[in-house]
């Protein structure tokens, strides 16, 4: 059976989201099959590794020419006292240890924000 490979391309274009889902479910249930992403050799190295990280250390690699910024945000990130966020800003390190994605992307921009280079690890 021969098929239009464009045609079927824009068919499936124009089908709504729920369309699709309902196609995927009976093409599942018609084959016995699942979307899986083959696992080649780069999926297995470090890179899947980093992928399915789910705790981050934000660590302060400079607290830039603002450290007075710097040091309020630490401040408010971590609960420390003056003269700690102050030592903190001047020596870097770790600012947070364990937390989730989402609660390091705000932390470093907080902190990128104020002028300090931040890393997430």
Known sequence: M???KQALIDQLGQLTIMEL???IDG???TWGVTAAVAAGPA???PAAAAEEKTEFDVVLVDAGSSKINVIKELRAITGL???EA???SEKG???KEGVSKDDAD???AQLEAAGARVELK
Request: glycine share 12%; proline share 0%.
């Open 2 to 4: 021969a098929y239009d």
């Open 86 to 88: 102050k030592d903190l």
């Open 43 to 45: 999926a297995a190295g």
């Open 106 to 108: 705000k932390f470093k």
């Open 93 to 95: 390190g770790a600012v």
């Open 27 to 29: 093409l599942k249930e």
């Open 21 to 23: 889902a309902d196609l």
């Open 81 to 83: 006292g003056l003269k």
